[in-house]
């Protein structure tokens, strides 16, 4: 595709469940990074890939929140047991390069958490 | 401890005039700084960035100003547009090291008014 693609768009989410985001990341991107957004707030890091390593994940908030990239592509970040301060939009990034100035640096539009 | 401030939270300018919004960093590390338009329900996208050795830098109607010495910039919206309206949020990072995170100000909502 041509932009950074994530699903579902929405998820509405009861307080206890587990629920899974995806990120389908630009071809041939090698650097993958979350954020999460709450609302009236900047996107803060959460976790960082290169390729399928998880290089970074000091962002993470709780042991309750876990990514993977397995085979260096596709990412799911997974939340269990989610809390009502998980409601955010969860943001992806991918580039070519390794950091934020790397070419192609490009958002995806994020898929907005409720948890209820 | 909030790395990057950024003011003000909100701004309505008049079509035609001139939007200002400011920023202040913390870490001396960092070397790189872009500005992200947001509209809603989208992601951050890149406007414009500048590297710390340059005082300016103008793509169009924005404009760049940095102040190293201050730990300070700024973005300069010029003949703002109604097309402009969107959350607007200044950034930085230290250099081009492998998984250097963006560190996000609290963003900047502007309206301009036709």
């Known amino acids: 595709g041509a932009g950074v693609s994530q699903s579902p768009r929405y998820k509405v989410a009861k307080r206890g469940q587990d629920v899974a985001l995806r990120c389908d990341p630009i071809?041939?991107?090698?650097?993958l990074f979350w954020y999460q957004q709450a609302l009236g707030q900047g996107p803060e890091f959460l976790t960082y890939?290169?390729?399928?390593?998880?290089?970074?994940k000091s962002g993470l908030p709780s042991d309750r929140f876990f990514a993977e990239r397995p085979e260096g592509s596709v990412s799911t970040l997974k939340i269990q047991r989610t809390q009502q301060e998980d409601s955010a939009v969860y943001l992806c990034?991918?580039?070519?390069?390794?950091?934020?100035?790397?070419?192609?640096?490009?958002f995806g539009s994020g898929t907005r958490l409720t948890v209820v | 401890q909030q790395q990057v401030k950024q003011s003000p939270q909100s701004l309505i300018v008049q079509k035609g005039g001139i939007s200002i919004i400011n920023c202040a960093y913390e870490?001396?590390?960092?070397?790189?700084f872009p500005w992200y338009q947001q509209f809603p329900g989208k992601g951050p996208a890149l406007l414009i960035a500048?590297?710390?050795?340059?005082s300016e830098k103008k793509e169009g109607r924005f404009t760049i100003s940095f102040n190293k010495s201050a730990k300070q910039f700024s973005l300069h919206i010029m003949d703002s547009q109604p097309g402009d309206s969107a959350t607007y949020f200044c950034?930085?990072?230290?250099?081009?090291?492998?998984?250097?995170?963006?560190?996000f100000g609290k963003g900047t909502t502007l309206s301009v008014s036709s």
């Open positions: 990034a991918s580039s070519l390069g390794s950091g934020p100035r790397a070419p192609g640096y490009t």
């Open positions: 071809s041939g991107h090698v650097s």
């Open positions: 890939f290169q390729n399928e390593a998880q290089l970074d």
């Open positions: 870490n001396t590390a960092f070397d790189y």
């Open positions: 500048i590297r710390p050795d340059v």
């Open positions: 950034a930085a990072s230290r250099a081009n090291q492998a998984g250097t995170a963006l560190i």
